[in-house]
């Protein structure tokens, strides 16, 4: 069965840290994958998505993610987390074939402590 | 653009009972999918309409249903409520007929069963 896994279920950082998080799935054909944010209070956004081309990708408030297709991966990261980053991240991932359904993995809590 | 809009926000029912959640997706959005998120399975898959046609389903039993309308509103149905449907049910939309389409969600719908 198509399964996403994420590494970390909850990250405390400082402020100015570097951030990553890991996201695997396990599949074998063709993906589209996405990273979205819960921020408090808040519905899920997206961050940023993976179609094609460039494996590294940009998203909105200085996050960027890069797919390796031979780790079946694509982690997250941010050079510099700031307090606002305080949020759930989830990584998902659309199959072919799966129309617009989405696989969510667990989610990773993040704390950024100022 | 109004986002992606739910209601209501908040619902208490009783085991047995049924119950009936709206959502109304983003102008020009055609595609709309549910998802029921938990603490302890997170995010799930429901099922996915496009254009009044479902074109994909999660694995739920038939107590879960649903539809959409000309004008791409959707409602989703659970009957015979037990403890374990309490959840946050979600609502996504996003625009295109084509797989993998980024999907914009909504608040959300809180389901208490007593």
């Known amino acids: 069965a198509q399964s996403v896994s994420q590494h970390n279920h909850h990250v405390i950082l400082s402020e100015a840290a570097s951030l990553e998080l890991g996201c695997n799935y396990s599949y074998g054909g063709t993906v589209n994958l996405f990273w979205y944010v819960q921020y408090p209070g808040q519905h899920l956004q997206l961050l940023l998505k993976?179609?094609?081309?460039?494996?590294l990708v940009k998203g909105i408030k200085g996050f960027e993610a890069e797919f390796i297709k031979s780790k079946f991966s694509f982690n997250l990261r941010k050079p510099s987390v700031q307090w606002s980053d305080t949020a759930e991240y989830f990584c998902a991932v659309s199959f072919s074939g799966g129309y617009n359904k989405l696989i969510f993995g667990a989610g990773t809590r993040l704390a950024v402590h100022p | 653009k109004a986002g992606v809009t739910q209601t209501p926000r908040y619902l208490i029912k009783t085991r047995g009972q049924q119950v009936t959640l709206s959502c109304s997706p983003i102008s020009g959005h055609r595609s709309v999918s549910w998802y029921q998120q938990t603490p302890g399975q997170g995010l799930q898959f429901l099922f996915e309409y496009f254009s009044e046609t479902q074109r994909n389903k999660g694995n739920f039993p038939g107590r879960f249903s649903g539809r959409q309308f000309s004008n791409s509103r959707s409602e989703m149905n659970v009957s015979t409520l037990e403890l374990g449907d309490s959840a946050l049910y979600l609502c996504a939309s996003s625009e295109g007929q084509g797989a993998g389409q980024p999907q914009h969600f909504g608040d959300g719908t809180r389901l208490s069963i007593l």
């Open positions: 993976y179609f094609s081309g460039d494996p």
